[in-house]
């Protein structure tokens, strides 16, 4: 059951994702979580290093698209500006967002990732879909309301996580 929330790879942040380490693993597409992975729950222009960060992956071939529980009236100003595709109420951890974003781009379980901040949405539905997946650290320490409890139950499954995988640390990068 615990394996369920184990990501493939623990990344510090999104930003640290470079197209040469993605395509190297054979990933053609980033599936992200929207807050606190992409931007800030309470920042929804995001930071001019996000900006940075999106237009080396378009430049390099490699797509993002949001994949989000939020409506797609929230999703849609916070990415239509940015460029994005995204998926709205995706109902993380189950595996319909990361399925409608693969249908619609054509791809198989090996060309994509899931990236998030949440072991019990994002990590837990990439391993229902068998996709890998990058765990990042959440951009900001508050949360939305909703999401302290999940953080609440994380404290808890990140400890036996780490006891029964003892290898599972942050890296800067996929190497």
């Known amino acids: 059951m615990i394996a369920n929330f184990k990501p493939t790879w623990m990344i510090s942040a999104i930003y ?3 197209p040469e380490q993605l395509k190297a693993a054979g990933i053609r597409v980033i599936l992200t979580d929207l807050d606190n992975t992409l931007i800030a729950w309470n920042n929804p222009d995001g930071t001019p290093q996000l900006r940075r960060w999106i237009q080396t992956m378009h430049a390099n071939d490699i797509r993002i698209v ?3 529980n939020n409506s797609a009236a929230r999703v849609s100003r916070a990415v239509t500006p940015l460029g994005l ?3 709205s109420r995706s109902l993380k951890p189950l595996t319909r967002g990361i399925r409608q ?3 619609r781009l054509s791809l198989s379980n090996s060309e994509v990732v899931m990236v998030g901040d949440q072991l019990m949405t994002d990590m837990w539905a ?3 879909a068998h996709v890998r997946s990058i765990l990042v650290k959440p951009l900001i320490e508050t949360d939305k309301w ?3 409890i999940n953080r609440f139950f994380e404290r808890f499954v990140m400890q036996r996580l780490r006891r029964v995988y003892p290898t599972m640390t942050w890296q800067e990068d996929l190497r």
């Open 16 to 18: 640290n994702v470079s």
């Open 146 to 148: 909703d999401t302290r």
């Open 126 to 128: 990439a391993n229902n």
């Open 101 to 103: 974003a693969q249908r």
């Open 85 to 87: 595709e995204f998926v």
């Open 66 to 68: 949001v994949v989000s």
